[in-house]
């Protein structure tokens, strides 16, 4: 599986936008990116995911960059519930079905 | 729709006992995967069943080991309990397996501590 890396830990304000960033350089032409979160006391959640072109959902937006060697989670507006550890996972056509999580990037929000 | 359910969710054993802990996954999903979680390895993958059948296996021991019934419920067992084992293990499901888009949905974990 390739592998990603992440900041260890990102701070942010309410209601500010938070960009979180991944690094894939060894990211195939077939790996769709994957973002997953998991709050405090919680399993992780699923944030969104893409394969080449930009995608926003009710959640967030994921930019991907145009060699596809890295990505942004974009957070429009950070709330308190944002806190989170976020998890950055490339998944392989062909490859198996289960989710390698790495360290993650822990994103604290300020009040 | 109910999400993923696990049980129980705390759970005390003491060492050499043996557990077992069970999954319910999202109505209609076939796939289901454990993971276990604890502060230094972080997320691990231990193993995939689809169709009641074993499809991937992590880099854990044979004390773990699980099952798939024919309703998509799973339990997973651990035997020979080691202080190590404590930890947050994490069920999760999806629809199908083999496409890459496909979301993974947790559940809310059964928190083990061996004493």
């Known amino acids: 599986d390739a592998k990603t890396t992440q900041p260890n830990s990102m701070e942010s304000n309410e209601e500010e936008p938070v960009h979180l960033p991944c690094n894939h350089s060894t990211i195939s032409g077939t790996d769709y990116i994957h973002w997953y979160r998991q709050l405090p006391s919680q399993g992780p959640e699923y944030v969104i995911h893409?394969?080449?072109s930009n995608v926003n959902n009710r959640m967030a937006s994921l930019a991907i960059a145009e060699d596809r060697k890295s990505s942004t989670l974009i957070l429009h507006r950070a709330t308190l519930r944002d806190a989170a550890v976020y998890y950055c996972?490339?998944?392989?056509?062909?490859?198996?079905?289960?989710?390698?999580f790495g360290k993650g990037t822990k994103l604290t929000v300020n009040p | 729709k109910a999400g993923v359910t696990q049980t129980p969710r705390y759970l005390i054993k003491t060492r050499g006992q043996q557990v077992t802990l069970s999954c319910s996954p999202i109505?209609?999903?076939?796939?289901v995967s454990w993971y276990q979680q604890t502060p230094g390895q972080g997320l691990q993958f231990l193993f995939e069943?689809?169709?009641?059948?074993?499809?991937n296996k992590g880099n854990f021991p044979g004390r773990f080991s699980g099952r798939q019934f024919s309703n998509s419920r799973s339990e997973m067992n651990v035997s020979t309990l080691e202080l190590g084992d404590s930890a947050l293990y994490l069920c999760?499901?999806?629809?199908?397996?083999?496409?890459?888009?496909?979301?993974?949905?947790f559940g809310p974990g059964t928190r083990l501590l061996v004493l």
């Open positions: 893409g394969l080449t």
């Open positions: 069943y689809f169709s009641e059948t074993q499809r």
């Open positions: 109505s209609g999903h076939r796939s």
């Open positions: 999760a499901s999806s629809l199908m397996r083999g496409d890459k888009k496909e979301t993974q949905y």
């Open positions: 996972i490339l998944r392989s056509r062909g490859g198996s079905e289960k989710l390698v």
